[in-house]
């Protein structure tokens, strides 16, 4: 049976101020970032963050919406400890953007709209939101500037929600809109099943992308259980419970009109004129980088969708391969450059490509192993570090096959009768002893492809 998930993403802007108003947003201490008017105090009156409406503007654009010639904002009203002011500012009556897309792997999905919110202010809990005897609130958090992407309710598993928020993650980067260690992402997911003729249930404010997908993976197995043992689904807004990694009832669902929109009279109506539109970010988004590097530089889909994941990697690539062979660029970055990445949580590719033009000159004309090559890549990003001197000083340079190799190669099944018979046997791990031998006599100066055509020559 068919399952049905819709998502309301809130994706926190990369901006120095609020949204409304002066105040940072990337305080720590708690209630050290809030003024009159993140806080609604009377008398007090917001003004439009211009960065973030470009910020918006180019994301809408990106993500093929049709732009809004004219903007204003509504006050959402509703009682809750989180807005001081009784009301968010919002826009519904007319998003920014209407009707765009996202193209997944197999399929696209629609976007039903994009607007600009502020961010209520942080609760904290005493354990989770049931059993809290108490709550604080931080309201640093209110008045931060949030994109609220809604999509059509058009995919049917988690999985296709991860990779959704993925794509959407990396062409924020691309745009330069969204930092992943200052901004949040975060997703009330709207979930029904088949069985209940698609009776709606959301799940309220998850954040991360695991959490995003265990919670919509529970909740449809939950509904359907719900759903065999008592032939109905209540429509109601559920919490994520992180801990228990469950959804837990919070409240009856509420409706748009629960809310009574009202526009909001201290900030004037928009119009989207020439300047503005001037001012939106254009760039190459990861789709479409990828089709390029496929095509100008002949690299397979698969090495060029991970360094396309990635903005400041692909465009070390791009500055690797006006001189170096870009295949072999591009495996070696896919592969190794990104594993010494995340080994030592380094965040950035090497500022300076020579050194790695250089290793990959030396890997080419096998003037060193890949076995070195790789021992190499780990000391790319020390500073002062150079490949050339690195490989002299240490004597690293590769071995000719005329270099004593072949007696190595003679040596090793001498001394090895038991593991050449395996071979023999049909063992083929045995071979990789034999090379592993003479590899080990050699110091990894030794080619292994070459080695296992001498071996296999011998036995």
Known sequence: MKSMIG?????????ESKLFCGCGTNSSEPNSAC??????M?????MLNKKALIFALSAAKALNFTISKEMFFSRKTYFYPDLSKNFQITQFEVPLGLNGKIKLE??????????????????VHSGTIQDSIFVLIDYNRSGIPLMEIVTEPEMENAEEARELLKS??????????????????????????EESNFSRVEIKNISGF?????????????????????????LETRGWNAEKRITESLRQKET???????????????????????SIINVELPQHRVKRFMLDFGIAKEDAEVICQDKEISRFFERVSAFADPVLASKWIRRELTRVMNKKGIKQPPQNAENFVKLMDLIKSTKITERTGQRIIEK????????????????????PTDSGIDELCRKAVAENPSVVQDYKNGKQEALNFLVGQVMKATKGRADAKKLREIILGII
């Open 7 to 15: 998502l309301e993403i809130h994706v926190q802007l990369r901006t």
């Open 35 to 40: 003024c009159e008017i993140c806080l609604g």
């Open 42 to 46: 009377p008398g007090s009156k917001p």
């Open 106 to 123: 197999n399929k696209e999905i629609g976007l039903r709209r994009l607007h600009l919110e502020e961010d209520p202010a942080s609760l």
């Open 168 to 193: 959407l993650r990396q062409i924020m980067e691309y745009l330069g809109i969204f930092d992943v260690d200052m901004c949040i992402i975060k997703a009330d997911a709207n979930v029904s099943i």
């Open 210 to 234: 695991k959490d995003i997908v265990d919670a919509i993976s529970y909740e449809i197995e939950r509904q359907r259980k719900a759903f065999r043992e008592e032939g109905v689904i209540r």
């Open 256 to 278: 748009e009109d629960d809310y009574g929109y009202i526009f909001d009279a201290d900030l004037t109506p928009i119009i989207i004129n020439e300047e503005i539109e001037r």
């Open 380 to 399: 790319i990003f020390d500073d002062g570090f150079n490949v050339e001197e690195h490989v002299q000083e240490n004597n690293l340079s590769a071995l």
